[in-house]
C-alpha cells in the first residue's frame, strides 16, 4: 500500500524518531547534569555554614585565650612582686642577722680580753 502525500515516508518517520531519541538523550543528560550541580551547591551551602561555625568558635578560643593570658600576665605580675617583696626581706634579714653576728662577735672578743686580764 502506497503511502499518503500527507504521511512520511518510513525514512523520514526514522529520521524524526532518530532526532527525538538524540534530543532525549541531551535533555536527560542535561537534567542530570543540572540535579548534580543543585546537589553540589547544597554540599558547598552546608560546608559555608560549618566553616562559619567554626570561624565562630575559632573567634570566641581566640577572645578565651586572651583574656587567659592577659589573667596569666597579671599573676605572673604579683608572683614577681611578692618574689621581690620576699628577697627584700631576706635581704634585710640576712643584714640585721650579719650585724648581730659581728655585735656577738666584739662580746665574745671583750669576754676574752677581759678574762686574759683577769688571769
Known amino acids: 500500500m502506497p503511502e499518503s502525500s500527507d504521511q512520511p515516508t518510513t525514512e ?3 529520521q524524526s524518531w532518530r532526532e ?6 541531551v535533555a536527560r543528560r542535561g537534567r542530570v547534569a543540572a540535579e548534580e550541580a543543585a546537589m553540589a551547591a547544597d554540599q558547598a ?12 568558635s575559632a573567634l570566641e578560643a581566640m577572645s578565651l585565650a586572651e583574656t ?15 618574689a621581690s617583696a620576699e628577697l ?10 650579719e650585724v648581730d653576728e659581728a655585735i ?10 677581759r678574762a686574759r686580764d683577769t688571769r
Not at 20 to 25: F, N, P, S, Y
Not at 45 to 56: E, F, H, I, R, Y
Not at 71 to 77: G, M, N
Not at 89 to 96: E, G, I
Request: glycine share 2%; net charge negative; charged share 20%.
Open 12 to 14: 523520514d518517520a526514522l
Open 20 to 25: 527525538a531519541e538524540r534530543t532525549v538523550a
Open 45 to 56: 551551602a552546608s560546608a559555608a555554614v560549618a566553616t562559619a561555625a567554626a570561624a565562630k
Open 68 to 82: 587567659s593570658a592577659a589573667r596569666t600576665a597579671e599573676a605572673a605580675k604579683l608572683a614577681v612582686l611578692a
Open 88 to 97: 627584700a626581706d631576706a635581704t634585710s634579714d640576712a643584714s640585721l642577722a
Open 104 to 113: 656577738a662577735h666584739q662580746g665574745y672578743r671583750a669576754a676574752v680580753d
